[in-house]
């Protein structure tokens, strides 16, 4: 009976554990996905009724109103967002490139040719894996593969919700507080509208300055905020749908839409650009998965937003249906009395938690942009030690800073900032939805037929819905627009040059045979030391190389040839982030690093990063020597062969390392620097803490018999050229378009690329290469 008993209390524990933590993480994720979606109530009657709808001022009219409400917020956020696409998540993660990754990892979409079959090996990691060649609708997938303008317009897609992403990021902050510091001209009597102006810019400003110090100061205050917000709003519906209007409930039937869009037509289709603000952040359920499961930000959805936010558009619609003569339709007309400053301060404090969560999700975007090519090096700041994932980047978020500011004191009105956030907001869940029915056809396998059903039933409603947003283009709608148009350029001219760049350096690089015809000295003077060559090919060498030698004769005797490349993944493991092969013969001392990251890994300044390379190195050595095959001479059509290995584990690697900071110790490690050049890099030590810091190792071979004499040497090798010193080679280039290239690329690449290469920040300082260690080689580039 005991033992019986113990085996159901431990089969009931990790469900229990489960319900736990599902629990908890619905409770989190309402003051990081829910902030947005749940202030809308703030601003959508009024930007309905704000246009020609104001003349049909009866109950009718409202009832209509309120029926398309609820059915669009049943459609969208519910059937759309938490039934399907919550289940496309790319492993957790979310947005218009986690769709976009899935889909270059099930079909060759990819517009840069730097894909390996190695980083389809990765897909052992994750359930949306690369797919097999066969499945649904091959046609289509042959037809995209082949044509390179289709993979370009598919791109160009994906570039349009993210530049609309960052454009909410402009427009949500300023419509959220200026809608709640609207309510001080409900009861404070004789205050100006443009002192409701400059105390939402000083909001905004104060939200904007706090942004360096990460979220995770204040995230355990968010979602209490948040919950306290929906439940204060929903709990004020439910008293004006019981004090005005029991019978609002009819409203709910589609038969009143039909006679709304009877009675007011064109009128009545213009107003649904205010209608439609009642789902924007319905985009966040999806693009802030990250720290979340779909399952607690469903459970979060179904058992306290949806209820909460249906019954404050009830409430507010019975409020007006009793109301139809002087229509006041502003949030804070329906708050009674005795409750008007607590919602009101609530309101605000929901505001900045829903503008809080929109601009952390602008940083992740531009991060994810970045991680695929997609957008000029920036800084990139880790705001906490304990969560994975949360950043800071200071040029965007100055940038957001005066677009917004800029956008509430130009504005001064929800209803322009509306129409600009609604284009914003369909935009983006268009371009989900399309992408969605790709995800159908190459993801999930499923007949091409269900993915015309999703992509027309949910794009028509998404269609009708932008098409009233395009119609107030003059009336504010312009902005995103503007918005996106400027940061779609600067995404895509910076990925065409990135582009341009890797087919020049794949088309210059230098052949494996002219390497081998200068023989083992590579026909220049070896010096000791490890020489890091940065190249982003994945096979072959650099024309860099061969113009560095062409100027200066003389180079390290160990090369490692290093790139870093982002692959189509969320996050690559450790233990096969680096990738590690030959070049040439084993006499030759050349080596090529590939080290993998995926579109949210964190690319951290590691001190550790050579001694990492050099067990790597040091690791396939011998693994290449225990292959059999080695033992076979040279093989040039094995060029390119690479293995992964591990650097997390020790075991294994032939090399010992123990720390040492002592003089005695640094004096008998063996450098080929004179005394005059070890005093200087000593005082540029002291100065630099930075280079100070990093963590000074000392490698030694092991005494083994089972080691071969040639594996021994090639390992002492390496060992003492790392001793010696690493230098870090990269190229400083200047890309510029041939005289025979079209206006328009060369006003591309010779002004667009150019300007961007030259106000964003350096290769050098992105990858954190040590400043004293690094050797810029300048080249011209013809594309």
């Not at 469900?15 to 601003?43: C, E, H, I, K």
């Not at 289509?140 to 598919?154: A, G, N, Q, Y």
Request: contains cysteine.
């Amino acid at each position: 009976m005991d033992a019986e008993a113990g085996v159901v209390g431990a089969d009931q524990l990790p469900r229990r554990q489960y319900y736990m933590n599902l629990l908890l993480l619905a409770y989190q994720s309402f003051g990081v996905v829910y902030g947005d979606l749940s202030t809308s109530p703030l601003y959508v009657y009024k930007s309905t009724f704000s246009g020609k709808l104001r003349q049909y001022q009866d109950e009718e009219t409202v009832f209509g109103v309120l029926s398309l409400i609820f059915w669009t917020f049943t459609l969208i956020p519910l059937l759309k967002y938490v039934t399907i696409v919550l289940s496309a998540d790319d492993n957790g993660e979310g947005g218009p490139f986690a769709l976009y990754s899935l889909l270059c990892r099930h079909a060759k979409l990819s517009l840069l040719p730097n894909q390996q079959a190695a980083d389809e090996e990765l897909s052992s990691y994750y359930r949306n894996g690369f797919a097999p060649r066969n499945g649904s609708a091959p046609w289509l997938r042959r037809f995209l593969e082949k044509h390179k303008k289709v993979r370009t317009v598919l791109l160009l897609v994906v570039l349009c919700g993210a530049s609309m992403v960052i454009g909410d990021g402009v427009l949500t902050p300023a419509i959220s507080v200026l809608s709640s510091m609207s309510g001080l001209q409900v009861r404070a009597t004789g205050l100006e509208h443009r002192s409701v102006v400059l105390l939402s810019c000083i909001v905004l400003v104060g939200l904007f300055a706090l942004q360096h110090r990460g979220t995770q100061k204040v995230a355990f205050m968010f979602a209490p905020i948040v919950i306290i917000w929906l439940f204060s709003i929903g709990g004020i519906g439910l008293y004006n749908i019981l004090h005005w209007n029991p019978n609002i409930y009819q409203a709910l039937s589609p038969y009143y839409m039909v006679k709304f869009f009877r009675k007011t037509g064109k009128d009545g289709w213009i107003s649904l650009g205010g209608i439609l603000l009642s789902m924007t952040g319905s985009e966040a359920m999806f693009a802030d998965l990250g720290h979340f499961t779909s399952a607690s930000v469903r459970v979060a959805f179904v058992t306290v937003i949806y209820p909460c936010l249906i019954l404050q558009y009830m409430g507010h619609a019975a409020f007006l249906s009793k109301n139809t003569f002087h229509m006041p339709t502003g949030f804070y007309d329906t708050i009674p009395e005795p409750v008007f400053w607590p919602v009101f301060v609530v309101a605000t404090l929901a505001a900045v938690v829903g503008s809080q969560a929109v601009i952390s999700a602008t940083f992740s975007i531009v991060k994810q942009c970045h991680a695929l090519g997609c957008f000029p090096r920036v800084k990139v700041v880790h705001t906490s030690r304990w969560i994975y994932g949360q950043i800071y980047i200071p040029e965007i978020n100055w940038i957001l800073m005066v677009l917004c500011v800029a956008v509430t004191v130009s504005f001064r009105d929800t209803t322009l900032i509306g129409n600009a956030y609604g284009i914003a907001c369909m935009t983006v869940m268009l371009v989900t939805t399309f992408l969605m029915a790709l995800i159908v056809i190459f993801v999930w396998q499923r007949n091409i037929i269900f993915a015309l059903i999703f992509l027309v039933f949910f794009g028509s409603i998404e269609a009708v819905y932008l098409s009233s947003s395009l119609m107030k283009v003059p009336q504010g709608g312009w902005v995103p627009l503007v918005l996106a148009f400027i940061f779609m350029s600067v995404m895509y001219i910076w990925h065409y040059g990135l582009r341009r760049k890797y087919q020049f350096d794949l088309q210059n690089k230098v052949s494996m045979r002219s390497i081998l015809s200068l023989g083992p000295s590579l026909g220049i003077v070896r010096v000791p030391g490890i020489g890091l060559i940065y190249t982003e090919l994945v096979t072959g060498v650099p024309s860099i190389f061969s113009h560095f030698v062409t100027n200066l004769p003389a180079f390290h005797e160990v090369l490692v040839f290093l790139c870093v490349k982002s692959v189509p993944v969320p996050y690559v493991s450790p233990d096969e982030r680096y990738l590690v092969g030959r070049i040439g013969p084993k006499e030759y001392r050349m080596y090529r690093c590939i080290v993998r990251y995926g579109y949210k890994d964190v690319q951290r300044d590691d001190d550790n990063f050579e001694n990492m390379l050099v067990m790597g190195i040091a690791k396939f050595i011998m693994m290449e020597a225990e292959d059999a095959s080695s033992s076979a001479s040279y093989d040039i059509a094995n060029e390119g062969r690479m293995a992964v290995i591990t650097t997390t584990d020790d075991a294994g690697t032939p090399l010992t390392m123990r720390d040492f900071n002592g003089l005695a110790d640094s004096m008998t490690t063996r450098s080929s620097k004179s005394e005059s050049l070890r005093s200087l890099q000593s005082s540029y030590e002291q100065e630099s803490p930075n280079v100070s810091r990093r963590r000074r190792v000392r490698f030694e071979v092991p005494e083994d018999d089972d080691m071969g004499q040639q594996v021994k040497d090639e390992l002492m090798a390496l060992v003492e050229a790392k001793h010696a010193g690493v230098a870090y080679i990269m190229g400083h280039s200047y890309i510029k378009a041939r005289r025979s290239s079209s206006f328009l690329k060369k006003f591309a690449i010779d002004v667009g690329y150019s300007f961007l290469r030259k106000n964003c920040r350096g290769p050098s300082v992105t990858l954190h290469i040590p400043h004293i260690s690094l050797i810029e080689v300048g080249m011209i580039y013809h594309v």
